[in-house]
């Protein structure tokens, strides 16, 4: 007769094998990340994108231009063997009436002058130390000086290099022309680039006493960072001709 006790094991085998692990499977969070990062993202490309039109800037500025206005009278306060100060009352071309206290000035050269012949990567610049009584310390500049009325500039630009620094230039260039303080001063400040150097005697006025220096650009540059020069035609010019540089090897 058989035993009872081996029939019942195939029904206990059944038993063990139900799906229960194959219920826990059956969770849905997929679902749930499928939808909610993509709200996400929708919303996050709508910032960026308002983001990016806000910042847009048009693709050129409009060129300076002279405006109109009307100069009702101009009076001189000082005048002085530099400059001369002008109180002009006038209709400005919004309409409003002003009084302005100008100081009127014949324009200033400024001359990058650059020894390139070893290095045109990082070149030599004829640098001026000299002392500034308005500023009350000593500054670091490069070569300017004051034009003669009707002088033309660029003729002025190589009388002022040769005379403060003995050097003449085989090659110029005008790099930019700006306004220093358009607030309250008249003078405009042409800035050549001299190059091909030749050395000479200086011949600077009697109350110039001017040291002389050929620092390399990247010292400039160092120097400018540390705030080591604080003149503002000596910043805007070796900064100006260093991105230009930079602008040829494409970097």
Not at 33 to 53: D, G, H, L
Not at 126 to 150: I, M, N, T
């Amino acid at each position: 007769m058989p035993k009872k006790v081996k029939a019942a094991k195939p029904a206990a085998k059944k038993k063990t094998k139900a799906p229960k692990p194959k219920a826990a499977k059956v969770i849905k969070p997929k679902k749930a990340r499928a939808t909610k990062p993509k709200k996400v993202k929708a919303s996050t490309k709508k910032v960026k994108a308002s983001k990016s039109k806000a910042a847009k800037t048009p693709k050129s500025l409009p060129a300076a231009v002279e405006a109109s206005e009307q100069l009702l009278s101009s009076e001189v306060v000082f005048e002085g063997p530099l400059f001369r100060v002008l109180r002009d009352r006038l209709i400005e071309p919004g309409g409003k009436e002003n009084a302005r206290d100008i100081i009127r000035h014949n324009g200033s050269v400024v001359i990058l002058a650059v020894d390139n012949t070893k290095n045109k990567r990082n070149p030599w610049i004829v640098v001026e130390r000299q002392y500034r009584h308005a500023a009350r310390q000593f500054l670091w500049e490069l070569p300017a000086g004051k034009l003669d009325a009707g002088e033309d500039a660029l003729a002025g630009a190589k009388r002022e290099l040769q005379e403060e620094t003995g050097y003449q230039a085989k090659k110029w260039k005008s790099l930019v022309e700006y306004y220093p303080s358009p607030g309250f001063l008249g003078e405009s400040m042409k800035v050549f680039l001299a190059e091909g150097l030749v050395a000479g005697d200086a011949k600077p006025e009697d109350d110039e006493q001017i040291e002389i220096r050929l620092v390399k650009l990247a010292d400039v540059i160092k120097m400018i960072d540390k705030g080591a020069i604080l003149d503002g035609k000596t910043l805007s010019s070796v900064l100006l001709y260093a991105r230009k540089i930079a602008g040829k090897r494409k970097l």
